[in-house]
C-alpha cells in the first residue's frame, strides 16, 4: 500500500513554505515505514484526482490565484467527485478561498470552485498575526500564523475556535472549515510541521481509506515539536 499526495501548482502556490506540509507528511510517513510519493502538477499537466490520496493546494498572491482558478474551474468535476469520495484536501489560505463560490478583490472577481458553501470579499487592511486555535479534531491547541486581506464568510463547519489571533474575519470566533476530509484553513506555517497531531490525523484519515491497514499509527518522539508549540502558547495566551 502506498500514499500519493498531489501537490496542486506548487511554482504558484506556495507562499510562506506551505511546501513545508507534503514535507512533513512524507517524513512522518518514511519514519513509520510507510511508502509514499508526491506528484507535483503545474499548469499544463493532467490530474488524475482518482489516483491521489491527498491534494495540497497552497497560499498565492491574488494574480497566482486568477491564473491557477481559471484551469481549475476546467478539473472542478473531477475535484468535486475526489472530494466526495472521501479523497483529503488540505487547502492553505489562497487555496481555501478558492474552494468557496467566489473571492471579490480589488483587482476583481475570482470565480471559486463551489465546493465549499462560503465566499471570501477583500476589506480594507490585512490580518497579520500569529494564531491560536481549538480544535474538535485533538486535545492540543493548534498554532500557526495567519496573514491574509481577504475575510471569508458563510462557515458552517470551523476547523477551530480562535483563542488568540482574527481568523475568518477580523477578532472573529472562528477559523478555516473543516469536514472530515476537507481541512481549509489561514494558518501557515508550516501548519502540519508545527501541529503534528493534525498530520496525524491526516494520514489516519488517509490510510483507513486503504483495507488491511493498521487501526492506528505507530506513534513518533514529537518532544521537540511539543515543546516548541508550549513556547508559543505560552506568548500567545501568557500561560504559565
Known amino acids: 500500500m502506498k500514499l500519493t499526495i498531489g501537490h496542486l501548482y506548487p511554482e504558484l502556490l506556495n507562499l510562506y513554505g506551505d511546501r513545508g506540509n507534503i514535507q512533513c507528511l512524507m517524513k512522518r510517513c518514511q519514519w513509520r515505514g510507510i511508502e509514499a510519493e508526491t506528484i507535483a502538477f503545474e499548469m499544463g499537466d493532467t490530474i488524475d484526482f482518482s489516483k491521489l490520496d491527498i491534494v495540497l493546494l497552497g497560499g498565492g498572491s491574488d494574480r497566482e490565484q486568477m491564473i491557477v482558478c481559471e484551469k481549475l474551474k476546467a478539473l472542478q468535476k473531477d475535484f468535486k467527485a475526489y472530494v466526495e469520495d472521501n479523497g483529503v484536501v488540505i487547502a492553505i489560505c489562497g487555496g481555501y478561498q478558492l474552494l468557496g463560490s467566489y473571492y471579490k478583490t480589488e483587482q476583481g472577481m475570482i470565480e471559486g470552485l463551489s465546493l465549499v458553501d462560503m465566499y ?6 490585512r490580518l497579520i498575526s500569529n494564531i ?19 475575510q471569508t464568510s458563510g462557515i458552517t463547519t470551523p476547523f477551530g475556535t480562535v483563542r488568540c489571533g482574527n481568523g475568518n474575519c477580523f477578532q472573529s470566533a472562528s477559523e478555516g472549515y473543516c469536514e472530515k476530509n476537507v481541512i481549509a484553513t489561514y494558518l501557515h506555517g508550516p501548519l502540519l510541521s ?8 491526516i494520514l ?25 508549540r508550549a513556547v508559543m502558547l505560552k506568548r500567545l495566551l501568557k500561560e504559565k
Open 120 to 125: 471570501t470579499e477583500q476589506e480594507e487592511g
Open 132 to 150: 491560536v486555535l481549538q480544535s474538535d479534531l485533538f486535545e492540543m491547541p493548534v498554532v500557526g500564523f495567519e496573514n491574509h486581506g481577504g
Open 194 to 201: 508545527k501541529n503534528p497531531e493534525l498530520a496525524d490525523y
Open 204 to 228: 489516519t484519515y488517509c490510510l483507513h481509506r486503504h483495507p488491511g491497514t493498521p487501526a492506528a499509527l505507530e506513534p513518533l518522539d514529537d518532544q521537540l515539536e511539543q515543546a516548541c
